[in-house]
Every structure is written in C-alpha cells, then in structure tokens.
T-cell receptor, first 115, second 116 residues
Framework: KAGVTQTPRYLIKTRGQQVTLSCSPI?????VSWYQQTPGQGLQFLFE???????NKGNFPGRFSGRQFSNSRSEMNVSTLELGDSALYLC??????????????FGPGTRLTVT | AQSVAQPEDQVNVAEGNPLTVKCTYS??????LFWYVQYPNRGLQFLLK??????LVKGSYGFEAEFNKSQTSFHLKKPSALVSDSALYFC??????????????FGTGTLLAVQP
C-alpha cells in the first residue's frame, strides 16, 4: 500500500497570507490527524477528522482549520500567517474501528516557512 | 490529563552495545503507549505500541519496549545498537477524552547517537 502523502513538501509564504496543505491517507484509513512540529514546542496536536467530521481539536487559534473529504483526503488551512506558524506540519492516518487502539502512520510533512 | 516525559535529551551509545531510551507516563485511565522514530527531514515512523497484556512488546527493526506499571515507565530497548539507529525517538500516549480518538500526546523526544 502507498503511504501517507502530503503536498506540497515545502512552502514559503509571507506574513498575512494564507496557506492550504493537503494530505492523502493510506487507502482504507478513515481517521486523519494533523500535528505541528517546532523546535520550541515539539509535536502538538492540531485536529483529527473521521468520516468528514472533526472529532477532536487541539489548542490552536481559529486561524487554523481543516476539513476531510468523502475519500478521506484532508486539507488544513492557516489564514493570516504569522512568523510563529513556521513549522513542519505532519499528517497521520489510522484505522478507526470501534474499540480499537490503532497506531498512526505519518506522512513526510510539509515544511512551512513564513517570512 | 495524559502526559509522557522523556528525561534525556540525548543518549549516546557505541555500536554493538545495548541501548535504552527512557519514557515515563502519567494517565488517568488505561495507558495506551507508543514509540515513534524520526529521521532527518522525514515524518515519524511507528515502532511499537502497548495496549495490554505482555509487558515486553516487540516492534520493528529489532526494537522492544518494557512496560512497567509500578514505575509508570515504558522504556525503549535494543540489544545491539546500529549506527543507522541514530535518530530522534518519541514516546507518546493516546489521549483519553472519554470518546473515540486517535490523538497522541508526545514527549519532547530523545536524540539517539550511535557511534561506530
């Protein structure tokens, strides 16, 4: 099976702009989560989607949003970019059968640089 | 609230020697614990998980982890380190929000350096 793919891999934006990142999960995985990784804050959970519904959200401002499509692909959007949004954004997919504890499989990430 | 702690920022070990990367946890319910590895400019790769049962969990690439409930620890081990094991290792716990979730809470990471 193909792994989790993320596009683009690298992105440079200026403050105030907005950006959309895309994630394609492993085939058959219905749960998609997003994480932000920075040297100072480490790995922080952004949100999780399952069957097109957000079922969990981290402590990030409303500028960060996401969605999931019927084919389980997901996008996240960051509006009004700030310098502090520079980070590696990681997408992860997982099986999500009821009652199960499943590992997440991560994509290679999108490196966002805000100037 | 769930949390994990990785007390060592870096672990140095000689190739061929056993390695241990430490992790302690704090949970309000059942501990569902994971180890991931990250190579430079790459995403995280799953190594192993503990859900219940045997306290010694075997995973990918020869790694294993020992779950210790009394010490609330979940240390990652490997009998013989390779230079190619050099990477950043993360311990994680599944969040317990009272409902279905795959949300993970990660430790700060431990950089493993294996010297030839």
């Amino acid at each position: 099976k193909a792994g989790v793919t993320q596009t683009p891999r690298y992105l440079i934006k200026t403050r105030g702009q907005q950006v959309t990142l895309s994630c394609s999960p492993i085939s058959g995985h219905r749960s998609v989560s997003w994480y932000q990784q920075t040297p100072g804050q480490g790995l922080q959970f952004l949100f999780e989607y399952f069957s097109e519904t957000q079922r969990n959200k981290g402590n990030f401002p409303g500028r960060f949003s996401g969605r999931q499509f019927s084919n389980s692909r997901s996008e996240m959007n960051v509006s009004t970019l700030e310098l502090g949004d520079s980070a590696l954004y990681l997408c992860a997919s997982s099986l999500a059968e009821a009652g199960g504890i499943y590992e997440q499989y991560f994509g290679p990430g999108t490196r966002l640089t805000v100037t | 609230a769930q949390s994990v702690a990785q007390p060592e920022d870096q672990v140095n070990v000689a190739e061929g020697n056993p390695l241990t990367v430490k992790c302690t946890y704090s949970v309000s319910g059942n501990p569902y614990l994971f180890w991931y590895v990250q190579y430079p400019n790459r995403g995280l790769q799953f190594l192993l998980k503990y859900i219940t049962g045997d306290n010694l969990v075997k995973g990918s690439y020869g790694f294993e982890a020992e779950f210790n409930k009394s010490q609330t620890s979940f240390h990652l081990k490997k009998p013989s380190a390779l230079v190619s094991d050099s990477a950043l290792y993360f311990c994680a716990v599944r969040d317990d929000i009272g409902g279905a979730t795959n949300k993970l809470i990660f430790g700060t990471g431990t950089l493993l350096a294996v010297q030839p």
